[in-house]
């Protein structure tokens, strides 16, 4: 054959696009390259585009394939519905039943990391270590994560079915109606302690307005003239982690918050700036639903002496993701970019952080709210720390 009659390559269509697209952003993105040596990345590549792939459902599937063999259910195609709500979730509001949705390490099963304070699930009694098993029938394990998430959101008064596991205990089935939730990610309120008056703020999720009113809450209670501070990070999944670093300035003078590691291997120590909008006392809330962004802040007032830790071991989710948008059909993709340690150097991923004390379980079902035993131990363990509570004992 002549070069003449050599027949020329095949443009892409735009759903084949889009799967290169996917691939070249993983490919220069991902936090660790060496995976891709094991799973014959570039061969993938070549495979995935030798299947039809003509419409952007067909582009979907083969993305979830290609992403599959990494092994990181946090480096994910998110389709546009997926991608709308986590921009949604970013900014304070979502129509679903309000479940906070993780995975434990290498195990398939999809547990709960936390129910969204006020929202159908957190009514129901839901809490935070239940597995999700089934979704309307389906598997939530076969679904996957982001499906499984997907599916519970939907418009306000349709109804979904869940079979959920808590922890040692027999399936149960729940029945619930799906509404708008206001994820009210920073609420506060001033309290009192044998003539000391506390601050007590929580933060249920590091979403875009959070470090402006975690600030104009701090500047409020200090006009109150309060003598310590109460950290809340109960069922917090976390959110974005510039929100988390943002809120660990304002309370670390100077100290360090957090090291990044990215695909190179290179370590970016993170540090507050000097000064803080609030010096005094303080004691942090955790639990088995602070992860991610809210881990780290947890982290860096732990290990720089800050604030002690009371309640139960943290999710343990020690990985960063960054969000793309793919093209203009509203879907992207999340890709794990770095790792991260405490200040001391721990890596919690998988592992999570053990608190300064464990207090008693069964966590209480309403954080912050009547009968929270865990609220008053750590009210009890602030007072100790200011000079007139240490002098009335």
Known sequence: MTFSEVPPALALNDAQQLVVESWRLVNQSYVDPQRFEAIQWKRLRQKT???PIQTSSDAYD????LLAPIGDP?????????????????????????????????????????????????????????????????????????????RLRGPAGTRVLLELVPPGERPQELDLTRRQVDLQPVRSRLMERNGHPIGYLRITQ????????????????????????????RNNSGGLVSAGLAVANVLLDGA????TVNREGFADAQQAGPGQLFGGPMVTLVNGGTASASEILAGALQDDS???LLGSRTFGKGLIQTLIGLGGDGSGLAVTVARYVTPSGRDIQNLGIEPDRLLPQ????????????????????????LPSGEANR
Do not use: C, H, K
């Not at 083969?62 to 394939?65: S, V």
């Open 206 to 233: 590091f979403a875009e307005p959070v470090p402006d009113l975690v600030a104009a809450r701090l500047e409020t209670m200090q006009q109150q003239g309060i003598d310590g501070l109460v950290l809340d990070l």
């Open 49 to 51: 585009l030798e299947r």
């Open 362 to 385: 069964p966590e209480p079902l309403n954080p912050g709210g009547d009968n929270d035993a865990w609220l008053d131990a750590a009210l009890d363990a602030l007072e100790r720390q």
């Open 74 to 150: 946090y480096t994910r195609l998110l389709r546009p519905a997926d991608w709308s709500a986590l921009r949604s979730n970013t900014q304070g509001s979502v129509s679903g039943v309000g479940l906070q949705l993780g995975l434990r390490g290498d195990d398939p099963a999809i547990v709960v990391i936390a129910p969204l304070e006020g929202s159908p699930a957190a009514e129901a009694g839901i809490a935070s270590g239940w597995e999700v098993r089934r979704v309307d029938g389906q598997q939530a394990a076969e679904l996957g994560l982001e499906a499984t998430a997907a």
């Open 256 to 259: 360090p918050i957090v090291e």
């Open 306 to 308: 800050r604030s002690p």
């Open 62 to 65: 083969a993305i979830d394939d």
